[in-house]
């Protein structure tokens, strides 16, 4: 069986403005570069996926439904520049609940590979906290801890493009 490579994103902080518990169309926006980072490892034969924990929905800050709209406007943005998003996969538990899905679990990594018959070991994980990282790790998965968007060229140059 062919596996294909991954980049798996985290939300909140990689993909758009970690500004709390962002639910609204209006309160998203997005971290600059992130359609040219994405573009590129999409042109180099990877599966993009988004991998997050939204304890928003547990808290009862906002709805599954909220979550699921905010999702199709992010993935139809990045479908516009030429990225099609192959899933999102969310945690709606509060943290420290001790669920299977929750990052720093590898659960939603391991049904990405098992849905998609992803190559963890070739694949790469993006994320701005230490639960990313772990869980990437954990995984098998070659992470990296955003800061800013100047990480994307460092990504880029350190990743397995």
Do not use: H, W
Request: with cysteine; glycine share 6%.
């Amino acid at each position: 069986m062919i596996q294909s490579k991954a980049l798996f994103l985290d939300r909140d902080g990689v993909i758009n403005i970690d500004d709390g518990y962002v639910y609204k169309i209006d309160e998203f926006k997005f971290i600059s570069g992130i359609f040219d980072f994405a573009l590129k490892f999409r042109k180099a034969g990877y599966k993009i996926f988004v991998i997050t924990n939204q304890s928003g929905i547990a808290r009862g800050y906002y709805t599954v439904e909220d979550f699921r709209k905010v999702t199709s406007f992010m993935e139809k943005e990045f479908l516009k520049r030429g990225v099609t998003i192959s899933k999102t996969y969310f945690c709606p538990c509060l943290p420290p609940e001790e669920c299977l899905c929750r990052k720093p679990n590898p659960y939603m990594l391991l049904q990405a590979r098992d849905e998609f018959q992803i190559d963890l070991e070739n694949s790469i994980f993006v994320g701005d906290k230490s639960s990313d990282i772990e869980a990437g790790n954990r995984a098998g998965v070659k992470s990296f801890l955003f800061k800013n968007s100047s990480d994307f060229e460092f990504i880029l140059d350190n990743s397995l493009l």
